[in-house]
C-alpha cells in the first residue's frame, strides 16, 4: 500500500475511534487534557499500531 494512502486511511480511522470514544463516554471533557490523558491516548494507538489487523494470516518473512 502506497505511504499517502496508508497514512489517510490511518488518519480516518483514528477519527473514526476518537469519535467512538467520545460518544461512549470513554473520554474526559475536553478540558481535562493534561499529560496523563494524552499520554493514555498516546499508549493507545501505539497499541492499536502494534496489534496485527488479521491475527489470522501470517507473514513470510525472509521470502521474496
Known sequence: MHSDTHLL???????ELRRYATE???VPA????G????LGW????LGL???????ART???GTA
Open 49 to 55: 499500531r502494534v496489534l496485527p489487523r488479521h491475527p
Open 59 to 61: 507473514s513470510a518473512v
Open 35 to 38: 499529560l496523563r490523558t494524552r
Open 30 to 33: 475536553a478540558s481535562r487534557t
Open 24 to 26: 461512549s463516554g470513554l
Open 9 to 15: 486511511l490511518h488518519g480516518l480511522r483514528s477519527a
Open 42 to 45: 498516546a499508549l493507545v494507538d
